[in-house]
């Protein structure tokens, strides 16, 4: 498969994501549902590793690449516990657009972080995403 076929994947287990978590908050402290689900994560992140052989590589990993991979988890989490917070206090229709804002942020971002150049479109589709990011955060 492709990394078209996995990003879309990604994307559905996103959506559902939205909608288990929203319905996992209902009478739960976010940020114990943020944990209940990080627990599950890593669980399943590490089998997944283990199961694919993945953990040979564990004692090649350098200094850079485990600063990079912590600090990417810090967000990681971070994300999550303002995420679950959100959905607690709002509704999952609401949430998951702005959530997903973060599509925008990493295109601004890719410049001058991963020097990735943007073109014309990439600035019309941030445009359009962020346009219907409030479309769908005002809708009724």
Known sequence: MTWVGWALLSAFFAAMTALLAKL???HVDPNLATAVRTTVVVLFAWAIAVGFGGTRELSTLDRRTMLFLGASGVATALSWLCYFR???????????????????????????????????????????????????????
């Not at 206090?89 to 997903?100: Q, R, Y």
């Not at 600035?123 to 479309?135: D, K, Q, Y």
């Open 24 to 26: 996992g908050v209902a």
């Open 86 to 140: 959100a959905l607690a206090l709002g509704p999952a229709s609401k949430v998951a657009p702005l959530d997903k804002l973060s599509v925008v942020f990493v295109l601004v971002l890719a410049w001058p972080v991963l020097g990735e150049r943007p073109s014309l479109m990439t600035f019309v589709g941030g445009g359009m995403l962020t346009l219907g990011a409030i479309v769908l955060t005002l809708a009724r």
